[in-house]
């Protein structure tokens, strides 16, 4: 079991929720307030508040995550992305991307390495053109 302390911005994370209900949740972990021991988590839908009061596993370090192109464990493979994508409206999506782009800008060289973080804008910036590109926009 991990504790709030234990956690980084990325990792994926499981817990059951609610407590006592036997289902699982799996999401990334998109914001920590250690000063409170409180943790926000996105599972691709929707987005829980966290605590030590559930018992959190931690499936994949960020970094591992980020290894593995963003695949989700809970839809069998599925790029999240990808997922993002099928799910979202155009500009809800657009939205995604573009925040996702500007919050590795706005951090650069204050969290990781800096080649590191150039590389995650990058990443986003190809991705989303991408599916742009497949829409003909």
């Given amino acids: 079991m991990a504790l709030i302390k234990d956690l980084n911005i990325g990792d994926l994370v499981s817990f059951e929720y609610p407590i006592m209900s036997g289902e699982e949740v799996i999401g990334e972990i998109t914001e920590l ?3 409170v021991m409180k ?5 691709g839908i929707d987005t829980y ?3 030590n009061a559930l018992d959190i596993t931690i499936i994949n370090p960020a970094e591992t995550v980020r290894e593995q192109h ?3 464990h809970r839809d069998n493979g599925i790029d999240l992305i990808d997922f993002w ?3 979202m409206s155009e500009e809800e999506f657009q939205g995604a991307m573009k925040s ?3 919050k590795y800008a706005v951090r650069l060289g204050r969290k990781d390495d800096k080649v590191k973080e150039l590389n995650k804008i990058i990443d986003y910036a190809e ?3 991408e599916k742009l590109q497949q829409e003909g926009k």
Avoid: F, P
Avoid at 39 to 43: I, R
């Fill in 33 to 35: 307030y250690y000063d």
């Fill in 39 to 43: 943790a926000t988590v996105y599972d």
């Fill in 49 to 51: 508040h966290i605590d």
């Fill in 70 to 72: 963003y695949q989700s």
């Fill in 85 to 87: 994508h099928m799910q």
């Fill in 100 to 102: 996702q782009i500007s």
């Fill in 127 to 129: 991705r989303y053109k």
